[in-house]
């Protein structure tokens, strides 16, 4: 079994190649970058992802909103049920004052109850 002592001064001469190679790379890449045909090229890979990313992005997007809209809904009716409540007049008040709901273009599907559970 041998054992393999490395110097400072190698680790040094290693550390300065890293460095000489990365400078290589980075300027290879912004010659390409420079390049038309390379920017014509990345824009047509970038537009066919978007594309093929966009049912994904939509569906994710409306799903989000329907669950920013069931929690901006449920949060209302529990500020103005506390207010009926502070105020002394109980649901009939409440009930006056009642604004109809939010609703989502597409009919809602059952969502996950995220509310902190009492007690």
């Known amino acids: 079994m041998t054992i393999v ?4 001064q190698d680790v040094h ?8 190679l990365r400078r290589l790379v980075f300027a290879a890449l912004r010659t390409a970058a420079n390049n038309p045909e ?5 824009s047509k890979l ?8 966009r049912p994904g992005l939509l569906t994710a997007s409306r ?18 049920k506390f207010k009926a409540g502070r105020d002394g007049a109980g649901e009939e ?3 006056v ?7 989502a273009a597409e009919p809602k599907k059952s969502l ?5 559970r009492k007690g």
Not at 13 to 20: A, D, K, P, R, T
């Open 5 to 8: 002592s490395v110097s400072t």
């Open 13 to 20: 001469h290693i550390g300065e190649l890293v460095m000489i």
């Open 38 to 42: 390379v920017r014509r090229q990345a």
């Open 46 to 53: 970038a537009e066919r992802g978007l594309q093929s990313a």
């Open 63 to 80: 799903k989000a909103g329907e669950a920013v809209r069931a929690a901006s809904d449920e949060l209302s009716e529990g500020v103005r």
């Open 93 to 95: 008040k409440a009930s």
């Open 97 to 103: 004052s009642d604004k109809k709901p939010r609703r």
């Open 112 to 116: 996950r109850n995220i509310t902190p």
